[in-house]
């Protein structure tokens, strides 16, 4: 996931020091309350909540015809829904921003369609994508190293031979950058580097490092994401009841963000770990949710958590 560059129409038309303030309309005002108000949420990890401040400065400028206030709604949106795994609405924010958009925000949104694809599982579609922006975009930015990340992240879902040296640029791009998310994700792209070769011990290690640089953060979607990985690494060594503890902590993660595609992937993967260790009512039960969540109904998910997690 992208480092999130959330930010409020209040932070683009008041930028400029100014001898006195500007007076703007209440109508205005309003707007940017909602934003502000989706960004606090949004930084809190309460993704429902940014989701639905944002809707609300969504509607209030669409209701006043007030382009960049719904550019700017739109691309929080877009980020939110990210955040939580739901690439379908992110898309759609994406597409129905990118009109409005002028040179300043266009980056930026070509960033976010690329984070898109590889939610689809598009990685060449994100490699094209990046390929101009990296180009373009100035070293040592914020959304330079971010489209190096993701640039990364592609390479590795293709299996591409120069995935190592697209890593490597991506942790020299981090240089003197002390901790954070894109400091967590160049920690889990090396373990699964490693993972690969064969040495389980590295990746175990690059992980413990992820997990720590989310965790000062902190980052709830990250830290789900660091344990999973771990919980492959450990399916693969067949270490159960380690794996089933690292995919049980990251289910509670995705459960508090209510982020569904995540959520099903867990329980799949819960349901597998049962099997192997001879619990076939238990793999069952978390394959019957998995398919309760995967569809279009409501989720009763007090329930799913009291059956699947231990209290």
Not at 110 to 139: F, K, N, T
Not at 216 to 232: F, K, N, S
């Amino acid at each position: 996931m992208i480092k999130p560059v959330l930010i409020t129409l209040a932070a683009v038309l008041l930028g400029a020091c100014v001898s006195a303030p500007e007076q703007r309309p209440a109508a205005l005002l309003q707007g940017e309350r909602f934003l502000e108000m989706g960004v606090q949420s949004f930084r809190a990890d309460d993704y429902a909540n940014a989701a639905t401040h944002f809707t609300r400065a969504l509607d209030h400028y669409l209701g006043l015809d007030h382009q960049p206030g719904i550019l700017h709604s739109r691309i929080n949106l877009a980020e939110t829904a990210l955040a939580v795994g739901n690439g379908a609405a992110a898309e759609r924010h994406l597409r129905a921003a990118r009109p409005l958009a002028g040179a300043a925000e266009a980056d930026r949104l070509q960033l976010l369609h690329s984070s898109v694809a590889l939610w689809q599982g598009r990685p060449d579609q994100a490699v094209e994508l990046l390929a101009p922006l990296l180009e373009r975009v100035p070293p040592g930015t914020g959304l330079h190293r971010s489209a190096l990340a993701n640039r990364s992240a592609a390479a590795l879902a293709r299996n591409d031979a120069d995935a190592a040296a697209w890593v490597e640029r991506y942790a020299a791009a981090l240089h003197g950058v002390e901790g954070g998310a894109l400091v967590g994700r160049l920690h889990r792209f090396r373990a699964e580097l490693a993972r690969r070769s064969g040495d389980a011990a590295a990746a175990a290690a690059a992980l413990q490092q992820a997990l720590a640089a989310y965790k000062a953060i902190p980052d709830r979607p990250g830290t789900a994401a660091t344990l999973e990985q771990w919980a492959v690494l450990l399916m693969d060594g067949q270490h159960w009841d380690e794996a089933e503890d690292r995919l049980q902590r990251a289910l509670h993660i995705r459960l508090w963000l209510l982020a569904r595609r995540d959520t099903v992937a867990d329980l799949r993967r819960l349901a597998a770990v049962s099997e192997a260790r001879g619990q076939p009512q238990r793999a069952a039960a978390q394959r019957r949710w998995a398919e309760i969540v995967a569809g279009a109904g409501p989720v009763d998910w007090a329930a799913l958590q009291q059956e699947v997690l231990p209290q």
